[in-house]
């Protein structure tokens, strides 16, 4: 049975729920999938040998990605190569078609420029605004980012922009890697 793994990066816990929804759209197509934070991963270590595919996803903060995203590629790049291997990136300005796209999505290619880890598949998913659960500071500069780009301003927002289907059709997706060679052996 193939068997995927789900590294994933989080604070407000909607990257989180994407990597579950993953993990389950997998297993009803008959796969097994885990899923592991980072801080899990650094802590405990992760057995690369169980999985088939290996999968990293990381929110978006501030146009860059937590530190502890980039430390671990750093890390453990000699292992995400080894295997059939995805990316996913989680944003709110990926709510447009034009940014859902990885060609069309600006963290995507600043990822693809800065990090050592080149992954052989790509996915860009819309993530959540949630003003109530946001500090001060990050609510007024998430507000900026939303005035330029045309989103919701109203701190009293809380819209879910990820498209459900799509995140279990990448799911199956990442199932189908595994027959695929990897990126490097
Ligand atoms: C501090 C902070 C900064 C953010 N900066 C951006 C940003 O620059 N661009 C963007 O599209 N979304 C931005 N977002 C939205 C997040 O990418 C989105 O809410 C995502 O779903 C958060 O995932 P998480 O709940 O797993 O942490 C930001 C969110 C927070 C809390």
Not at 41 to 64: F, I, M, Q, S
Not at 112 to 126: H, M
Request: proline content about 4%; charged content about 25%.
């Amino acid at each position: 049975m193939t068997s995927v793994l789900v590294l994933y990066m989080s604070k407000g816990g909607h990257t989180a729920r994407i990597s579950r929804h993953i993990c389950e759209s997998i297993e009803t197509a008959g796969g097994k999938a885990d899923m592991m934070g980072l801080v899990e991963a650094n802590k405990e270590g992760v057995d690369w040998r169980r999985y088939d595919v290996v999968v990293l996803g990381a929110p978006v903060y501030y146009g860059t990605y937590d530190k502890s995203v980039y430390d671990f590629i750093t890390a453990h790049k000699t292992e995400l190569d080894r295997k059939p291997n995805s990316f996913f990136n989680v944003s709110v300005v990926a709510r447009t078609p034009e940014k859902s796209t990885v060609e069309g999505n600006r963290y995507m290619q600043k990822f693809l420029e800065f990090s050592p880890w080149k992954p052989q598949d790509l996915k860009v998913i819309a993530g959540k605004v949630d003003y109530p659960s946001w500090g001060w500071l990050d609510t007024l500069m998430i507000q900026m980012i939303m005035k330029f780009t045309h989103g919701p301003t109203d701190r009293s927002t809380v819209i879910d922009y990820t498209d459900w289907d799509d995140v279990a059709s990448y799911g199956r997706h990442l199932l189908a890697l595994a027959e695929k060679a990897p990126a490097q052996a």
